[in-house]
């Protein structure tokens, strides 16, 4: 139980153009999801939170122009990257917390997606 | 600002050793939430094992158990009989739950490498 999904795994795109991650929570309701990035070697690091039927919380330094987060519903958040940038490349993780009893506090993360820029 | 360090950026172990990584962490909260994640290769992030701050009795999952010294603010993991498949980095994350925004906090990994 407590499958997080991530469409797609990998994505390479053209300079200038716009991509979407979509984060889905396979088995269990997810009031809220994060959005990490991950760069080679390094920890996650959190760009937003989102809960479901409001905005998403950017993290200070997050463009939230350029990184458009939509939680559309208890199983289903989305990551658009638009106006994409070779420095916007890197492997980008979902995460879910769930509804579950006992799992009010864990998160349940995606297997990732890795964007690369062209 | 609640912080999480982890002091080894890499280890070793041979196969069928034991080997503990380190975790430290800095908060005034009496009560939160522990956590240890795998990430191997693949980069899919696994749980390894939960420790909550109100329970005294280390957490233990199989091979793995955390050692938890709440007044100390350390929680390490130890990792016994290591197999190759524990090669990986592994990340502590810190939860506050009382902040209301159920965010980890993570600490910036251990590589850890389990030799044949």
């Known amino acids: 139980g407590a499958v997080v999904s991530q469409h797609p795994s990998r994505v390479i795109c053209k300079s200038g153009t716009s991509v979407k991650i979509e984060c889905r929570s396979l088995?269990?309701?997810?009031?809220?999801m994060f959005w990490y990035r991950q760069f080679p070697k390094k920890s996650l690091m959190l760009m937003a939170t989102s809960n479901e039927g409001s905005k998403a919380t950017y993290e200070q330094g997050v463009e939230k122009d350029k990184f458009l987060i939509n939680h559309a519903s208890l199983t289903l958040s989305t990551l658009t990257v638009t106006s994409a940038h070779p420095e916007d490349s890197s492997f980008y993780i979902c995460?879910?917390?769930?509804?579950?009893?006992?799992?009010?506090?864990?998160?349940?993360f995606g297997p990732g997606t890795r964007l690369t820029v062209l | 600002a609640q912080t999480v360090t982890q002091s080894q950026p890499e280890m070793s172990v041979q196969e069928a050793e034991t080997v503990t990584l380190s975790c430290t962490y800095d908060?005034?909260?009496?009560?939160?939430?522990l956590f240890w994640y795998k990430q191997p290769p693949s980069r899919q992030m696994i749980l390894v094992i939960r420790q909550e701050a109100y329970k005294q009795q280390n957490a233990t999952e199989n091979r793995f158990s955390v050692n938890f010294q709440k007044a100390a603010k350390s929680f390490s993991l130890k990792i016994s009989d290591s197999q190759l498949g524990d090669t990986a980095m592994y990340f502590c994350?810190?939860?506050?739950?009382?902040?209301?925004?159920?965010?980890?906090?993570f600490g910036t990994g251990t590589r850890l490498k389990v030799l044949a």
């Open positions: 994350a810190f939860l506050p739950p009382t902040s209301g925004t159920y965010k980890y906090i």
């Open positions: 995460s879910a917390r769930g509804l579950r009893e006992g799992s009010y506090n864990e998160q349940f």
């Open positions: 088995d269990f309701q997810a009031t809220t």
């Open positions: 908060t005034s909260e009496s009560n939160y939430y």
